[in-house]
Antibody
Framework: QLVQSGANVSQPGGSLRLSCAAS????????MHWVRQAPGKGLEWVSG????????HYADSVKGRFTISRDNAKRFLYLQMNGLRADDTALYYC??????????????WGQGTLVMVSS | SSGLTQDPAVSVALGQTVKITCQGD??????ATWYQQKAGQAPTLVMY???SRPTGISDRFSGSRSGNTVSLTISGAQAEDEADYYC??????????FGGGTKLTVL
């Protein structure tokens, strides 16, 4: 099970940190990802991290602004979001990969966290 | 290009068979997965590695690949199959890419 933190609101240029608590599986054996969905739009992959934090990947749209991290001891996945823009407004999902290294196969999803960026 | 292309909308009569396609150059080198997203819900994995069904997914769902195109086929479509369907894969740099999604209407 993946349980995400509550909704967040920020002004443009602000920062937020999303969290995702994992249970029911060996968290430190799997890569994890963040995927977002703007209102009325399709799914957009945001970032992925391998099982031991040794490898991370980012979509071009967030590179240099967002940082993915994980705490395997606490079984948490995080997304630090800086320099937020209006087009970052979306429902953000955390997702579990099939494998230890990022493969993009999402077999389990969190319930989503709404992020709204507005002045 | 690592983009994936899907038809925006497809319709099927109740009980009939429908094929949803996803096309992209990256599919020549990497496997695809399919997700079903019903209104107001998180996505659910319905097919991985082109033609493998996760536990609990109806055998009315099947998948295939031909060249740079993968397909999700729903046989005997039911009202509960009405949803948005997304394909995804990865590229050589390790990034993940989604198709734009296909809205399936069951008539």
């Amino acid at each position: 099970q993946l349980v995400q933190s509550g909704a967040n609101v920020s002004q443009p240029g602000g920062s937020l940190r999303l969290s995702c608590a994992a249970s029911g599986f060996s968290f430190d054996d799997y890569a994890m990802h963040w995927v977002r969905q703007a209102p009325g739009k399709g799914l957009e992959w945001v970032s992925g991290i391998n099982y031991n934090s040794g490898d991370t990947h980012y979509a071009d749209s967030v590179k240099g602004r967002f940082t993915i991290s994980r705490d395997n001891a606490k079984r948490f996945l995080y997304l630090q979001m800086n320099g937020l823009r209006a087009d970052d407004t979306a429902l953000y999902y955390c997702a579990k990969d099939f494998y230890a290294h990022s493969n993009g196969w999402f077999e389990r999803w969190g319930q989503g966290t709404l992020v709204m960026v507005s002045s | 290009s690592s983009g994936l292309t899907q038809d925006p909308a497809v319709s099927v009569a109740l009980g009939q068979t429908v094929k949803i396609t996803c096309q992209g150059d990256t599919l020549r080198g990497y496997h695809a997965t399919w997700y079903q997203q019903k209104a107001g819900q998180a996505p659910t994995l319905v097919m991985y590695s082109e033609n493998s069904r996760p536990t609990g997914i109806s055998d009315r769902f099947s998948g295939s690949r031909s060249g740079n195109t993968v397909s999700l086929t729903i046989s005997g479509a039911q009202a509960e199959d009405e949803a948005d369907y997304y394909c995804n894969s990865r590229d050589r740099s390790g990034n993940v890419v989604f198709g734009g999604g296909t809205k399936l209407t069951v008539l």
